[in-house]
């Protein structure tokens, strides 16, 4: 309350006028200025480059996919394709190598003797064909052998 008291004389040497005004000759051609822009809302003229504004956020979007292939996938892809490529010629090179030194030690006699032998069959359990068939065969390649 004490504020007040001390505000008030400030407060009332103050003009009470209305800050705002309208600006002069204001209403002297309002009423042209609204039947011209009146006249121009009946006849819209056609916005150029209304194409290009709806399509500039698409454009965006594929200039950042883009982007994050060239700076991401591109790079990831040549450096590794041509380690995994050394990788697998390396694991050919080397199964290859294996195979020969096996095919090399083995007699005539010795190979002539597993070409003649029996095959030998093995008694596989249900749970054991199931668990083969699920780890190495999908649902949709024994739909399309199946017969329904």
Known sequence: MEDLNKIAPNLSKQKKENPYRVPDNYFDDFSARLQTRLESEKHPIPEKGKVIRLLKPMLGLAASFALIFMLVYWPLDKFLSDNVAENITEEINTVDDHYLSMMESI????????????????????????SYLSASVSDYDIYLESDY
């Open 107 to 130: 007699d005539e006699e010795s190979f002539y003797d597993l070409l003649e032998q029996q095959e030998i069959t093995e008694e596989y359990s249900d749970d054991e064909l199931i």
